[in-house]
């Protein structure tokens, strides 16, 4: 079993930056993909980035190339989503999910578990 929990969230203005943290125990050595997925006020989830666990391919939703930054540490076990330019539109809660398998990194339901959430709210 697999315990992960998300932080970092808060009420930010635009154009601000926020790193999220994920930290993850118990038998993580099944961990082969490490995820972000995030979820709108009446929007389904939506796969946001991913991280393989025991390599270094990462892979990111269009819509956040460019602002979003998956990285991880190793000996704290911690994944990490640098967020820098919030928009409005990045406001949701966000989720870290783990999985055993890369190839289906983009689908919410291959992901074997979840932490509760951690909200990013954006003001205009």
């Known amino acids: 079993q697999v315990q992960l929990v998300e932080s970092g969230g808060g009420l930010v203005q635009a154009g601000a930056s926020l790193r999220l943290s994920c930290a993850a125990s118990?038998?993580?050595?099944?961990?082969?993909?490490m995820g972000w997925f995030r979820q709108a006020p009446g929007k389904e989830r939506e796969f946001v980035a991913a991280?393989?666990?025991?390599?270094?391919?990462?892979d990111y939703a269009d819509s956040v190339k460019g602002r979003f930054t998956i990285s991880r540490d190793n000996a704290k076990n911690t994944l990490y989503l640098q967020i820098n330019t919030l928009k409005p539109e990045d406001t949701a809660v966000y989720y870290c999910?783990?999985?055993?398998?890369?190839?289906?990194?983009?689908?919410?339901?291959?992901?074997?578990?979840w932490g509760r959430g951690t909200q990013v709210t954006v003001s205009s």
């Open positions: 999910a783990a999985g055993t398998n890369w190839a289906s990194r983009l689908r919410d339901l291959d992901y074997n578990y």
């Open positions: 991280f393989a666990w025991r390599g270094t391919s990462t």
């Open positions: 118990g038998g993580t050595y099944t961990i082969r993909v």
